[in-house]
C-alpha cells in the first residue's frame, strides 16, 4: 500500500508539473503626485507617505516615473517636491524620466519631445546618482511612441545615446479615469460613493491584469513578466495594498523593470505606427496581424465612472 501510494503520488507530479509563479513590476506613472483632493504640501507628503508605505509592506521593488514639472511652483524648483522623490529613493524605489511637461510626442516635433525628455532629466537625474542610483528608463507619456516610423526611429535613437531603456507596459488601465471620480466623491464628502469606487477600482484591476495575462499567454504560448502601469494618485495612495494583496492571491510576485525586461518577449517585434497608445502586447499582436476579435474582452470602467468624471 506504501509503495502504491508513493507511485501514485509520483504519477500525479510528473502528469501535473508544477507551474512557475507568476512575475509583475510595478510601475507608477507621473510622480511626485496627482490629485485633484491631495494638493497642499503636506496632502502630497501624505500621500506619498501612504503609497510607499504599502509598496514596502508588500516588498515590491517600485519604479516611479517624474514629470519634471510638478517640482517646479511658480517656475522655481520646489525643495517641499524633491524631498517627495528622496522619500521615494530612500524607499529603495527607483525612478526613472516621464519629460518634463507630459507632452504627447504625437501632437509636437521631434526636436520639441527631445527637449521635454532633456528637461525632465535635468531636474531629476542628479538627484538619483546622487543617490547612488543609476538613471536610465523612459517611460512615454500616454505611451506614445511616435505616429511615423521617422518620428519613432528618432526618438530610440535619441533615447538610446542617452542611454536610456525604454519601459514598456504590458498591462495598460484606466486608473486615472477611477482616480478622477473618487476625487470628486472625496471633495463631496460622499465616503459611501468613494468606498464603492475604491472596491470596483481593485475588481477592475484584477480583471485587467487577467485578461492581458490571457492574450500574452496567446502570443507566447506561456506566461511572460509583465509591467503594470499605474499612477500616483489618489484611489492608489488607498488602495493599492488591497491591488497588491489580489495579486498575491493570482500567483504574482513582485520584481523589478530589469528583471520584468529580461523576458525575451520584451524584444519581440513592435511595427505599429498610430495615435492611440497602447499596450506592447496590442502592439505585438498588431504586429503579428492580429484582429479584431483577439482584443475583444478588455474590461471596461463602469459607466457611471465615467459620468462622474464627466460631470462639471
Not at 528622496?86 to 519631445?113: C, F, P
Not at 546622487?130 to 526611429?153: E, W
Not at 517585434?269 to 498588431?286: E, K, Q
Request: glycine content about 8%.
Amino acid at each position: 500500500m506504501h509503495r502504491s501510494f508513493i507511485f501514485l503520488l509520483l504519477a500525479v507530479s510528473l502528469a501535473s508539473p508544477l507551474r512557475a509563479q507568476k512575475e509583475i513590476c510595478i510601475t507608477i506613472d507621473d510622480l511626485p503626485t496627482v490629485s485633484s483632493v491631495y494638493r497642499t504640501p503636506g496632502g502630497k507628503d501624505s500621500l506619498t507617505r501612504r503609497l510607499l508605505t504599502q509598496l514596502r509592506q508588500y516588498t515590491v521593488p517600485a519604479i516611479g516615473f517624474v514629470v519634471g514639472q510638478q517640482l517646479l511652483t511658480d517656475g522655481q524648483v520646489d525643495q517641499r517636491q524633491m524631498n517627495l522623490l528622496t522619500q521615494w529613493l530612500n524607499a529603495g524605489m527607483e525612478l526613472g524620466n516621464h519629460t518634463l511637461a507630459h507632452k504627447g510626442y504625437n501632437a509636437i516635433s521631434a526636436v520639441a519631445y527631445q527637449q521635454d525628455v532633456l528637461g525632465g532629466e535635468a531636474f531629476v537625474k542628479p538627484l538619483v546618482e546622487q543617490a547612488g542610483k543609476q538613471f536610465r528608463y523612459f517611460r512615454h507619456p500616454f505611451l506614445h511612441r511616435g505616429n511615423s516610423a521617422g518620428k519613432q526611429d528618432s526618438l530610440r535613437q535619441f533615447l538610446s545615446a542617452r542611454g536610456y531603456q525604454e519601459a514598456p507596459v504590458s498591462i495598460d488601465n484606466s486608473d486615472y479615469l477611477f482616480s478622477a471620480a473618487y476625487d470628486k466623491a472625496l471633495l463631496r464628502n460622499d465616503t459611501a460613493l468613494a468606498s464603492r469606487i475604491g472596491s470596483e477600482y481593485v475588481t477592475y484591476m484584477v480583471a485587467t491584469v487577467r485578461y492581458y495575462e490571457a492574450q500574452a499567454d496567446s502570443l507566447f504560448g506561456r506566461p511572460i513578466r509583465h509591467v503594470l502601469l499605474t499612477h500616483a494618485n489618489t484611489i492608489n495612495s488607498f488602495y493599492l495594498g488591497k491591488l497588491l494583496a489580489q495579486l498575491q492571491t493570482e500567483g504574482y510576485r513582485f520584481v523589478s523593470l530589469d528583471r520584468a525586461l529580461e523576458d525575451e518577449a520584451y524584444r519581440s517585434t513592435d511595427r505599429y505606427v498610430g495615435n492611440a497608445g497602447i499596450s506592447w502586447i496590442h502592439r505585438w499582436a498588431l504586429t503579428q496581424g492580429k484582429k479584431g476579435t483577439f482584443f475583444a474582452g478588455e474590461p471596461e470602467v463602469p459607466a457611471y465612472i465615467s459620468a462622474l468624471v464627466d460631470q462639471r
